[in-house]
């Protein structure tokens, strides 16, 4: 198993210690699952929950494509 060492300022420190003994597990473990729920590269199940609930939701196809207005370019 890796080991990582983190640096942390105090008020930091005390959130870790807090939050951990909040949820009952290690500062470790508590650390381990905030990283992996934060570094996942997966959509949450609560978003993917709301794909196709609006049925009313422009697609980027449906929408027309107008280009927008040139800006005139100032002269330095």
């Given at each position: ?9 105090d ?17 470790s ?11 996942a ?17 422009p ?18």
């Amino acid at each position: 198993m890796a080991q990582i060492t983190l640096y942390l300022d105090d008020a930091t420190q005390a959130l870790v210690d807090e939050a951990a003994k909040a949820n009952g597990v290690s500062k470790s473990r508590w650390v381990a699952d905030i990283i992996r729920t934060y570094a996942a590269h997966d959509w949450p199940q609560d978003c993917l929950a709301l794909a196709g609930r609006f049925a009313d939701f422009p697609l980027r196809e449906e929408a027309p494509h107008t280009p927008p207005a040139d800006v005139p370019r100032l002269i330095f």
